[in-house]
């Protein structure tokens, strides 16, 4: 990738309870990696230890500019099994972008036709605009049916920094290449996520702009080379 990303928005704070950074402390280690943007989007409920639903209701009393780093927030909301969300969706309106993902600490494998439903499903909410780390095949996915929701509901597929450093989830690297190649089919935009839980891994994306450039992947379809290009995405609202 010869740009260089400028924003970051899947992290996650304290308030994730498995995570060790604050939101100022992510924000400065953005500042010192050069980005010039942020997005805090700590775990919905249904995670082990993650915050209370009032957290992201009061989202609004955080500056939104950190140390010259502007600030969004949002959440990476638990898919679960029946096909909804975890996080309400009076909540949800409050927020300037929603991350959806499976995890296993509230999901179960409901077979690759009904694991695609359900994400599809949650795709379909206006605020959905991510899509995170949808690579393990644990629970498998359709994913040409996927890539083809993601282009009809405007939401972008995670290309997620740490699944790719660890490469320990079931087939996450071969999962990965199959929904590049497809997204560059239907030119549908990704987005790189570092899932920052430590300060130290704010916007580190080496892995994943590693396997992107193997790929041959179109530059134009990354959102993290532009925040004007993300704001336009996620619909965020003209001061």
């Known amino acids: 990738m010869k740009r260089q990303a400028v924003l970051d928005i899947h992290t996650h ?7 060790y950074g604050t939101v100022r402390e992510n924000a400065l280690a953005a500042k010192e990696i050069g980005l010039k ?15 209370d639903p ?3 209701t009061n989202l609004r009393a955080i500056p939104r500019t950190l140390y010259g780093v502007h600030l969004y927030f949002g959440v990476e909301n638990n898919v679960l099994p029946d096909g909804t969300m975890a996080l309400p969706e009076r909540i949800l309106e409050g927020l300037d972008y929603n991350i959806v993902g499976i995890h296993g600490a509230c999901y179960t ?3 690759v036709a009904k694991n695609t439903d359900n994400l599809i499903r949650c795709m379909k909410h206006p605020k959905t605009f991510f899509l995170s780390h949808p690579d393990d095949g ?8 996927l890539v083809c929701a993601a282009k009809e509901y405007g939401v972008a597929l995670e290309v997620n920094n740490a699944t790719v450093r660890g490469g320990w989830k079931k087939n996450c690297l071969e999962n990965i290449r199959t929904y590049l190649k497809l997204c560059m089919q239907y030119r549908v935009p990704v987005f790189l996520g570092s899932d920052a839980h430590d300060p130290s891994q704010v916007g580190r994306f ?8 193997a790929a041959g992947f179109d530059e134009s379809l990354i959102l993290n080379c532009s925040e004007e290009a993300f704001r336009a995405f996620i619909r965020f609202p003209v001061s």
């Open 13 to 19: 704070t304290v308030a994730s309870g498995h995570a």
């Open 138 to 145: 644990t629970w498998p996915l359709d994913y040409e049916r």
């Open 206 to 213: 080496d892995e994943a702009i590693a396997l992107l450039d």
């Open 109 to 111: 494998d409901q077979g």
């Open 37 to 51: 943007a942020l997005g805090i989007s700590d775990h919905a409920p249904g995670t082990p230890g993650t915050c």
């Open 54 to 56: 009032i957290h992201f």
